[in-house]
T-cell receptor
Framework: GAVVSQHPSRVICKSGTSVKIECRSLDFQATTMFWYRQFPKQSLMLMATSNEGSKATYEQGVEKDKFLINHASLTLSTLTVTSAHPEDSSFYIC?????????FGPGTRLTVL | AQKITQTQPGMFVQEKEAVTLDCTYDTSDPSYGLFWYKQPSSGEMIFLIYQGSYDQQNATEGRYSLNFQKARKSANLVISASQLGDSAMYFCAMREGRSNTGKLIFGQGTTLQVKP
């Protein structure tokens, strides 16, 4: 399967700042990537579908101006949490669409103080 | 609307015993895929097994097997010969058939604890 990395693995920031999370597909050309958010002890909730070279498709209830997604190449998608607030603290996971399954990155734990 | 339901928030199993984790789904689409993922405390999502809606046989992968009952819309995961390392959260997921994006909808998850 595809190897997916995320950077950073952990980030702590002050309220009001912006945080960028990178998702890289190391050995697979990913035209489609997904971004999920997971709160403690809860399920993964899809935030958006990231398509290489085009605009991301956001799920209902996800603010596109707050969660900026850029998928500029077949190996990199970025999620920027703009003007982060404590309620944005969560585990953010990206995945790469394969033939059948999705291959997940290791996740990024964001803590907003 | 599609929905995935895992009704067991937590399960215990004795080491070396088998355990079944329940998953039911709801879709009107004849074409769909069902997945199970394991999430240990580190947070990574580990793909375990896949079942396509048109697959005639139940999927198996080593100690993992999927009990696919299409009429009942259930896709239970069976883990045989449990090991301490199997302690983790397990998610059932479904891929939309109509959509070509391949996005997954996840169940609520089941926390499995293997007792020595």
């Amino acid at each position: 399967g595809a190897v997916v990395s995320q950077h950073p693995s952990r980030v702590i920031c002050k309220s009001g700042t912006s945080v960028k999370i990178e998702c890289r597909s190391l050995d697979f050309q990913a035209t489609t990537m997904f971004w999920y958010r997971q709160f403690p002890k809860q399920s993964l909730m899809l935030m958006a579908t990231s398509n290489e070279g085009s605009k991301a498709t956001y799920e209902q209830g996800v603010e596109k101006d707050k969660f900026l997604i850029n998928h500029a190449s077949l190996t990199l998608s970025t999620l920027t949490v703009t003007s982060a607030h404590p309620e944005d603290s969560s585990f953010y996971i990206c995945s790469v669409k394969g033939n059948n399954e999705q291959f997940f990155g290791p996740g990024t734990r964001l803590t907003v103080l | 609307a599609q929905k995935i339901t895992q009704t067991q928030p937590g399960m215990f199993v004795q080491e070396k015993e088998a355990v079944t984790l329940d998953c039911t789904y709801d879709t009107s689409d004849p074409s769909y895929g069902l997945f199970w993922y394991k999430q240990p405390s580190s947070g990574e999502m580990i793909f375990l097994i896949y079942q396509g809606s048109y697959d005639q046989q139940n999927a198996t992968e080593g100690r993992y097997s999927l009990n696919f009952q299409k009429a009942r819309k259930s896709a239970n995961l069976v883990i045989s010969a449990s090991q301490l390392g199997d302690s983790a959260m397990y998610f059932c997921a479904m891929r939309e058939g109509r959509s070509n994006t391949g996005k997954l909808i996840f169940g609520q998850g089941t926390t499995l604890q293997v007792k020595p």
